[in-house]
């Protein structure tokens, strides 16, 4: 089973054109192994991907060296994840 | 297992297996409203099952609703469960809702793309597209909200597998998506078609492929605001709308651009809630919000369409 140990959710919001244009850079980085939950739009719209930790400094160097802001959406994927199956496997005792 | 529809937990995250089962169940209990067609298999041979329901007549014009095409967005199969239930519990006692059965049909596909939904509980939760092997390629599955013959090919899909937007080697290769075509053409008259993705608060209709707005633009934009408008009034939840393309980004081979150039006018696709923290993570706390505030833009839809015959 894939797990996430380690991957944040952050979201980005481009300021102008300039750093919408980056970001859409950044998307199209395959070697990142990015997953965008939510994809590049327009400027002000928030941008939500997900990071595997082994690229979360590189991805965060990039966004810092273009200025570009961020903020951790989710910090710890798989504690998230690990938190609905509790649920789920609760739900299911009668 | 809950015995009964009653007793089923709308307000959790099911597996697969447990939303057919619940399907049956409605089946069982309400003979004379609803019915399952299983439209064809999935690659992995899953049956893809659509409740029907009727009350009665032949070929009456029909409403669509798809739930989970990107299986990741587990709260619309969550939602997709808890409006079959609605369905049937309104009928009789909620007139909009009757005079729209009175005329129309209602077809829902819960799991609209179940191999997808199973590996999101089985291999990887964060799974998106659907589970067939592309040759020449480790990468598995395609995009099935890229793979209809709507634009297929052109900017705003991917032509590399590794992609989570990735087209497919050709339109309708997925089967999951390739039923749908099939049962909307036998059909022959589907009037709305509505596709329901999450997160991020909008509501759409044609086009995602190109700028040209469609004939029906300021009618389908009229019928969207006031779906917001009522969906808004119970939770306050704020929604966009628009064109695909200038609401959200180009996104060719698309479901609903494909449904309106069938002729199906009140072709619209949802993105459900989003607390801005969870994204695909919605607890499940917010399922029965989200489906209630859903339902109202949804019942807002159908009044139109069920009122407006073309």
Redesign the interface.
Known sequence: ??T?EGHK?LRIVPKDEVQLSLIKDLEEM?EFEL???????TVSNPV?V?VPFHVLKSVKDYLETQNIDYSA??ED?QM??DK?QK??AA?RVP | QPKNTDSF?FA??HTLGEIYSFQDMLVAENPNIVSKIVIGQSYEGRPLNVLKFSTGGTNRPAIWIDTGIHSREWVTQASGLWFAKKIVTDYGTDPALTAILSQMDIFLEIATNPDGYAFTH?????WRKTRKPNPGSSCVGVDPNRNWDAGFGEPGASS?P???TYRGPSAHSESEVKSIVDFVKSHGNIKAFISIHS??QMLMYPYGYKRTPTNDAAELHKVAQKAISDLTSLYGTKYTYGSIIDT??QASGNTIDWTYEQGIKYSYTFELRDT??????LP?SQIIPTAQETWLALMSIMDHTSKNPY
């Open positions: 089973k894939v996430f959710v395959m997953d965008f939950w939510r994809g590049v739009t939500d997900r959406m989710i994927l998230i994840l609905e649920e789920m739900a | 937990d959790n995250y089985s291999g990887n939760r964060m590399n590794c992609s989570e997160y991020s959200i980004y801005g923290r969870y994204g695909f993570l499940a």
